[in-house]
Each structure stands twice: as C-alpha cells, then as structure tokens.
C-alpha cells in the first residue's frame, strides 16, 4: 500500500473556496476514478492556510494511472475551470509518499 500525503497551500483568503471544491466536487471524482481517501484536514494551531490530504493506492503505478485518469477527466477540467474563474485556488502542493512502517 502506498500512501500519499498532500498540502496545497491556498491562495490567500481562497482555503474556504478550496475546502468547498473539495466537499462538492473534488471527492466525487476521486471516488469515481478508485483513489482512496484516509482524511482531510486543516490547521487548528499553526499555519492558516492548507488543506492536508491522504490518499491511498496499492502502488505508484496504481497511482500514476489514477491521478492520469483524474486530470483527463472532462467533468473535472471544467469544474476546475468554473471555481477559478477569479484565479487559481491553490498556489503551492507539497506531496510525500508514506509506506507504513
């Protein structure tokens, strides 16, 4: 099992934009192209403007054709395209690859 870790640093005053997208819109696709999903989170105490996410996959290659399959996706390209019509949400995406230890 792979699991990988992301951090999109919002832009300014745009995480609740962010956090909508990915309640009304970003779960469901990632429900339909088989990507797993251990939480979300956002920062009681420390930096302001992140959204924190695991995904799971049985591997990089389960990986790679999953978030391929994801970006190619019509209804997402235009769900992306309507919620950044005032500018791009997200400004910074750190990822990490965890494997249990």
Do not use: C
Not at 29 to 46: D, P, Q, R
Not at 55 to 62: I, T, Y
Not at 75 to 90: C, D, F, I
């Amino acid at each position: 099992m792979l699991y990988e870790l992301r951090i999109y640093e919002a832009m300014p005053g745009k995480l609740p934009a962010l956090n909508d997208r990915f309640a009304h819109h970003t779960t469901g696709f990632f429900k339909k192209h088989g990507m797993g999903m251990l939480g979300f989170w956002t920062s009681e105490i420390g930096t302001s403007n992140q959204l924190t996410y695991i995904l799971s996959f049985d591997g990089m290659g389960d990986r790679e054709k999953k978030w391929t399959a994801f970006q190619a996706d019509a209804g997402w390209q235009q769900v992306r395209a309507e919620t950044e019509t005032e500018g791009p949400l997200v400004a910074k995406v750190h990822n990490a690859f965890l494997r249990p230890t």
